[in-house]
């Protein structure tokens, strides 16, 4: 099918929610995608940094089909091998002590805060607790995830959302502490910001959050949705800062293109919250996406993922400080590990579309911010290439 008719038919039948860019991808290979005309592209944004072991890998692909022929689904009234191998392995990575699989990062989202709230009932007997969420935060699309996302574009067009939240500067402790009240149950974040424009936490921060947060049992909510699953160098970026959550959400490379998500708990607060009957999911949790979830683990470690993160990643951080010396249209460079922004004086949409005619797929962080997050098998050359079509496109 011609690539203007598979464009055309889609512009029909699809839901218009997605500006998308008139390519039409057909297969992958490493770190490069190919599209219909035989185009191939460097890809610095893996799916929304979702795609860490990048394209065609056989041990991956491998894994689900073996799977395919045994088992797609069965309901979580059973168990299955694959949930408890992705569930021992998913606590051992983590640090947390409990897991419930999703379905996106969205649900993961909402899961963790019925948790804080649940926790806060059973503990107090009461309802009508609150959330402190900071501003430019960015959660998901649903009503519960929307309502603690902290950019009003995002949610005017749809409230009343769910009631209670309050918002504060992010990495400004004074301004925490001013939205925290007697009814707060929990403070959700992100260590790393991501839709926000690419904004690590400072350390004191989210050392003196940690500290508030227990001083007055309030349950600390990581959203580590793009941040974690080793884009610091860390499996996940809470073990980057030292500084451990009470409860934790990942999804987008947990299966490395297997629609699946998660938010997981300490024991303390497991003990207290969500019991039979008060959270559930159909396809969550399923034999197949656990069957990728558990390969994504067990390749991370051979492969060398984080290490190649650490290493990749100082490259990745030293070669666009150069080009943001070199260019005075970049203001900023911003990040850690291979989750990082260049903030421009001026929108970013021309320079993205001269990236595409070069052979490059970036995406954006608001408008006027570059946001690369390649897949974790990024290599050097890779950013030297990256970086060579970048100046061009700049020029």
Not at 223 to 238: H, L, N, S, V
């Amino acid at each position: 099918m011609e690539k203007n008719d598979v464009i055309g038919c889609a512009e029909q039948a699809l839901l218009h929610t997605y500006n998308r860019y008139p390519i039409v991808l057909d297969h992958g290979e490493g770190m490069y995608l190919y599209d219909t005309d035989g185009k191939k592209y460097l890809d610095f944004a893996a799916g929304i940094a979702v795609c860490a072991l990048g394209y065609g890998n056989e041990a991956y692909g491998n894994a689900l089909k073996d799977q395919i022929d045994k088992l797609l689904h069965v309901s979580n009234y059973y168990y299955t091998e694959p949930v408890m191998e992705a569930g021992v392995k998913f606590v051992k990575a983590s640090g947390m002590d409990r897991v419930f699989f999703t379905n996106s990062g969205t649900e993961a989202i909402e899961g963790a805060l019925k948790a804080a709230k649940k926790y806060a009932y059973t503990r107090d007997g009461q309802a009508g607790f609150e959330i402190v969420a900071m501003e430019h935060s960015f959660h998901g699309r649903s009503v519960g995830a929307l309502s603690v996302t902290g950019n009003a574009h995002y949610r005017e067009p749809f409230l009343p959302l769910m009631d209670g939240v309050r918002f504060a500067r992010f990495n400004d402790i004074e301004s925490v502490k001013e939205q925290v009240t007697a009814k707060t149950c929990a403070i959700i974040l992100e260590p790393v910001q991501g839709e926000g424009g690419i904004y690590p936490a400072d350390p004191m921060f989210l050392q003196q959050v940690r500290a508030l947060c227990d001083e007055k049992d309030i349950l600390l909510i990581f959203d580590e949705i793009q941040c974690g699953m080793g884009r610091t160098g860390k499996m996940f970026a809470w073990q980057y800062y030292g500084v451990k959550p009470d409860i934790l959400t990942t999804a987008k490379a947990l299966g490395c293109g297997v629609p699946v998500g998660a938010f997981a708990m300490t024991e303390r607060v497991a003990e207290k919250s969500l019991s039979p009957g008060d959270h559930g999911t159909t396809y969550g949790g399923n034999p197949f996406v656990c069957a990728a979830v558990s390969k994504v683990f067990d390749l991370f470690a051979s492969m060398k993922i984080l290490e190649n993160v650490e290493k990749t990643g100082a490259y990745l951080t030293k070669v666009l400080d150069r080009l943001a010396a070199e260019n005075d249209c970049i203001k900023e460079r911003r990040g850690m590990g291979l989750m990082q922004g260049l903030e421009f004086d001026r929108p970013v949409g021309q320079i993205i579309a001269r990236c595409q005619e070069k052979g490059m797929l970036l995406i954006n962080a608001g408008s006027n911010i570059l946001r690369m997050v390649p897949p974790l098998i990024a290599a050097p050359e890779d950013v030297d290439r990256m970086a060579q079509i970048l100046q061009e496109a700049i020029r």
